[in-house]
């Protein structure tokens, strides 16, 4: 099996998308957010089975990949071809003794400076436009909620169409 992982933060701060305002007019969407709160999210995709997973880590660094990889672990009970960037928490020593311990699981690297390769980084363009654009969060929850609710109702056939692989 093969899959391609890859993180992202949301934040509660919303991010202004194209909207149909009267000429001379500014877009406005109501906020009262923090910048400094983030919801950080690793997700992986099967983009030929249209099958996708999320889960929401502390932090975007080491201990949340490997927490990740558990998970993918404990999902999947088939060999695993892991597709992922050049992110430096992706390698080093502990990712290597995680991958000593856990011969199922293989990572793979996806050239350096194509992010279009990763079809996990469409599914994030796709969460971005159809769930934060334009749309303000009060509560972190609200916004984690919203996120995960809206992957829940992506069936497989949206998922591989995201993909490239209609």
Not at 90 to 107: A, D, M, N, P, W
């Amino acid at each position: 099996m093969a899959l391609f992982l890859d993180e992202t933060g949301f934040c509660l701060h919303p991010k202004l998308g194209r909207v149909w305002v009267k000429k001379g007019r500014q877009p406005y969407v109501p906020t009262k957010s923090e910048h400094r709160k983030r919801l950080n999210v690793f997700g992986w995709v099967d983009p030929l089975e249209g099958r996708h997973g999320m889960i929401r880590q502390e932090k975007g660094n080491t201990d949340g990949f490997l927490g990740t990889l558990k998970e993918i672990l404990r999902r999947y009970k088939t060999r695993i071809d892991l597709w992922v960037d050049h992110a430096r928490f992706h390698k080093g020593k502990r990712v290597s003794q995680f991958l000593t311990e856990h011969t199922r699981l293989t990572i793979d690297y996806i050239l350096k400076y194509h992010p279009e390769l990763n079809f996990q980084e469409a599914l994030w363009r796709t969460m971005r436009y159809e769930e934060t654009t334009n749309t303000y969060y009060e509560t972190m929850e609200e916004l984690v909620l919203a996120v995960f609710n809206r992957s829940q109702r992506w069936k497989p056939a949206k998922i591989r169409r995201l993909c490239h692989f209609t």
